[in-house]
């Protein structure tokens, strides 16, 4: 079991950076996924950023290649997601989740269109963030 906590959102204007945390808890050991999504109103959930805790392999979205950072702190158990040049389109409910038993393929998977978010077994409450123009 794993329990994961994001906190960090808020309101910035469209240029503007934030840096999003989730604390994990629970069973941490072993190989799996984990991933940031987001959801805006009316639309799907999509991943954002992904990584592999084995080796570190880290995967983007390509809407957020170069503005986006997945990070981890070990010790601290904490994933965190740097978001700078942030647009008004980045505005969604932010998600932590995380997968076990995921094949690096589906990993890498949960970024793209055909990624699919029901891999992860294991979410977060949410995280609001909003861009305005």
């Known amino acids: 079991q794993l329990q994961l906590v994001e906190s960090g959102g808020g309101s910035v204007q469209a240029g503007g950076s934030l840096r999003l945390s989730c604390a994990v808890s629970?069973?941490?050991?072993?190989?799996?996924?984990m991933g940031w999504f987001r959801q805006a109103p009316g639309k799907e959930r999509e991943g954002v950023a992904s990584?592999?805790?084995?080796?570190?392999?880290?995967y983007y979205a390509d809407s957020v290649k170069g503005r986006f950072t997945l990070s981890r702190d070990n010790a601290k158990n904490t994933l965190y997601l740097q978001m700078n040049s942030l647009k008004p389109g980045d505005t969604a409910m932010y998600y932590c989740?995380?997968?076990?038993?995921?094949?690096?393929?589906?990993?890498?998977?949960?970024?793209?269109?055909?990624?699919?978010?029901?891999?992860?077994?294991?979410w977060g409450q949410g995280t609001q963030v909003t861009v305005s123009s």
């Open positions: 989740a995380a997968a076990f038993a995921i094949r690096s393929y589906d990993c890498y998977s949960s970024v793209n269109s055909w990624g699919r978010p029901d891999d992860f077994g294991y």
């Open positions: 629970g069973y941490t050991y072993g190989s799996y996924c």
């Open positions: 990584v592999e805790t084995d080796d570190d392999s880290t």
